[in-house]
């Protein structure tokens, strides 16, 4: 009763309107909040300011500049929105969400998407009832723009770096959130950066109290993933997914010449996205049923391009570390948009190496249904993590975790 009741005080909370009366037009990326030198060490704060945001009644908020690290150990800038319930308590967990942004813009993420009058550019009513869930729970929510200064969908380990300094920069005495510990959540286009958070933390932020990650919607192997967007006849859900990150990866990897790939109608395309937000991403589907929609060169010779393979591995969750963080997994065998095996395998190799996983194979075909479906169980082993109770795991297998070698 008292999820249900959340449930409905949350999507309640969708109603109000999305900024408040009489604010000036948002700037986004364009606003010099975002854009400092990005000077000093992994974490530290660069630009803060406080926000009003109606969305979530009576809890305060505070954006943040910090120093972050990209995919090629270079310094760059990230940003969050750290939003804390009324009257929490000192060094309460921090709930940190990648927001599912699948965009090409900077202004399609949280901390610019937030203030702004444009509704698709947010596309953010799961992400804020999710949000008002967490806070309602009495943990504060992190909300980081992994995909960093310049949009760079799918770039993974940079969307996990930024997610890490995101972390480090809320842990402060001036938030009374110094030595809280956090749990990173990610769906869809959070997935990568949640996981690679996960994944990167034991090395690259040892400091970061990280009692856990949950992952759903997960295209675990970019190369799968163009694969089972192209292969067959006709248009599919997915489609779009492997193109858009491969527009996505070369902002962080330039030497994968996409552009040049493309033929005429590929770059028209690839233009008319460049500053999309999901909705439009997704629409955009029809255009491309198919790889001569965009490209002359087959499947085989795309994931085989010496300029294009290693970047499409490396950027792979299936290639990356294992997290020593408990881990939560769901995602279904029928998701029309994105490859199931990559997933089975990521938590096999999780298990294999010891980290504690649970694995819920959910039912349902619809990719946003399975969002929706999965997060009070989400949410609850979250709170299990934050209790400090032993991680659960079904390594040894279940009617619905089938891990199988």
Request: glycine share 10%; hydrophobic share 40%; charged share 20%.
């Amino acid at each position: 009763m008292r999820v249900r009741t959340l449930g409905v005080v949350a999507c309640a909370a969708l109603l109000i309107p999305l900024i408040s009366p009489g604010a000036a037009a948002a700037d986004g990326y364009s606003d010099s909040f975002f854009r400092p030198a990005p000077t000093g060490e992994p974490g530290d704060v660069l630009n803060s300011r406080k926000e009003f945001l109606p969305h979530f009644p009576g809890s305060e908020v505070d954006q943040m500049v910090f120093r972050s690290t990209d995919s090629h150990d270079k310094p760059t800038t990230g940003a969050a929105t750290l939003i804390r319930p009324p009257g929490m308590r000192e060094n309460a967990p921090i709930f940190t969400y990648d927001h599912f942004i699948n965009a090409l813009s900077s202004d399609c993420q949280p901390s610019a998407s937030f203030r702004a009058r444009d509704l698709e550019a947010q596309l953010l009513g799961a992400t804020m009832a999710i949000t008002n869930l967490a806070l309602a729970r009495g943990w504060a929510v992190l909300l980081p723009d992994h995909e960093g200064p310049d949009a760079a969908y799918g770039a993974n380990i940079q969307g996990g770096r930024i997610t890490l300094d995101a972390i480090r920069a809320a842990t402060s005495a001036k938030y009374r959130t110094e030595h809280s510990e956090t749990a990173v959540v990610g769906y869809s286009g959070g997935s990568g950066p949640a996981y690679f958070a996960a994944s990167q933390q034991p090395e690259y932020a040892p400091d970061v109290n990280l009692a856990g990650a949950a992952v759903g919607g997960f295209p675990a192997d970019y190369a799968e993933q163009i694969e089972f967007g192209f292969r067959g006849i006709g248009p599919k859900p997915g489609a779009p997914l492997g193109t858009i990150a491969a527009l996505g990866l070369s902002r962080e990897y330039p030497e994968m010449d996409i552009h040049g790939k493309f033929h005429d109608r590929g770059k028209a395309y690839a233009n008319s996205i460049k500053d999309a937000c999901t909705q439009s991403l997704l629409a955009s589907a029809v255009q491309v049923p198919d790889l001569p929609a965009v490209t002359n060169l087959s499947i085989d010779e795309l994931l085989s391009d010496p300029d294009i393979r290693p970047v499409l591995e490396r950027e792979s969750a299936v290639n990356a570390p294992t997290p020593d963080a408990p881990l939560y997994l769901w995602q279904s065998p029928n998701d029309g948009m994105l490859p199931y095996e990559p997933v089975r395998r990521v938590a096999g190799k999780n298990c294999a190496e010891g980290t504690p996983t649970t694995f819920s194979a959910a039912s349902g075909t619809d990719h946003l249904t399975v969002a929706v479906a999965g997060i009070p169980a989400v949410l609850d082993w979250v709170d299990g993590r934050f209790a400090g109770k032993p991680a659960p795991s079904n390594c040894n297998g279940s009617p619905s975790s089938p891990f199988g070698s």
